[in-house]
């Protein structure tokens, strides 16, 4: 767990978002549609463009006061990287 100007980095492996890879060679909508539902077409790729900030002030005693950050592990490294190319 690290920091960011003083607000803890939680970094959680599951924060992943699922693509479709797999798609059918005909362009009807019909296939297209029954192809998205069906779970074999996709992978799960990391996601690297969403983070979670959480007030946890607000939730009572256990969790601290402050902000809190949630993100994919790949996307802490990211902005750890931009922010000392800053400093």
């Not at 690290?2 to 803890?8: E, K, L, M, R, T």
């Not at 492996?13 to 549609?33: A, G, I, N, S």
């Not at 959480?54 to 990287?81: V, Y």
Request: net charge positive; proline share 5%; aromatic share 10%.
């Amino acid at each position: 767990m690290s920091d960011i100007y003083g607000i803890p980095i939680h970094t959680s492996r599951f924060l992943e978002k699922d693509v479709q890879v797999k798609f059918p060679r005909t362009k009807k909508k019909r296939m297209q549609k029954k192809w998205s539902k069906q779970k074999k077409n996709y992978i799960a790729k990391p996601d690297t463009e969403t983070v979670y900030v959480i007030d946890t002030s607000k939730l009572g005693f256990g969790f601290g006061g402050g902000k809190q950050i949630i993100c994919h592990p790949d996307l802490a490294t990211i902005i750890q990287e931009k922010l000392e190319e800053e400093r």
